[in-house]
């Protein structure tokens, strides 16, 4: 690879099977089937948006989300185990938040998996709350997800998003 940084780009058709590969490696036991990968790309751009990282030619990491009215959902994030250090979760997670501001979003969720450390504390520098949890949320794990929720700041204050108590 290239001593270059990565840079994102959208996500297209042509990217889905290396996509899908990479998801199966990250997620084995919960994997997004190929099917489900082309179905949320073929609601971008009117509800979805998924942006893939590379570097130095090969996609390392993915993201996408849904907004639809004032809402979003982050729907993956997905960082391939050699890079995670190389701050390319940040940069999709930062895609994906300003995405959400463009569409007018004020809330934005997550679901993550329960023990993930490193993913939970990278969405509370981002200002994400816990607000639930959904049991056996990940199947056929069972594993539990921590719900997590990203308010806009109030419009007097600013139109970034922040985390704590803002309404």
């Known amino acids: 690879m290239s001593g270059d940084g990565p840079r994102l780009r959208a996500m297209t058709e042509a990217d889905l099977a290396e996509v899908h590969a990479l998801e199966t490696r990250l997620f084995p036991e919960d994997a997004w089937s190929l099917g489900m990968l082309q179905d949320e790309l073929a609601d971008q751009p009117r509800t979805r948006h998924y942006v893939v990282a590379e570097l130095g030619g090969e996609i390392v990491g993915y993201a996408g989300l ?38 007018g979003a004020d809330e934005v969720f997550l679901e993550v998996r329960a023990g993930n450390d490193p993913a ?34 109030p419009r007097a204050a600013g139109f970034g998003f922040t985390g704590g108590n803002s309404q």
């Open 66 to 103: 849904a907004a639809a009215a004032d809402q979003a959902d982050v729907q993956t994030i997905g960082v391939r185990a050699d890079v995670r250090e190389a701050g390319i979760g940040t940069l999709l997670l930062t895609d994906l938040v300003e995405e959400a501001g463009r569409r």
């Open 120 to 153: 939970i504390r990278l969405y509370e520098r981002f200002g994400f709350e816990r607000v639930g949890l959904r049991k056996r949320y990940y199947q056929p794990s069972g594993t539990d997800a921590i719900v997590m929720r990203r308010r806009r700041a």
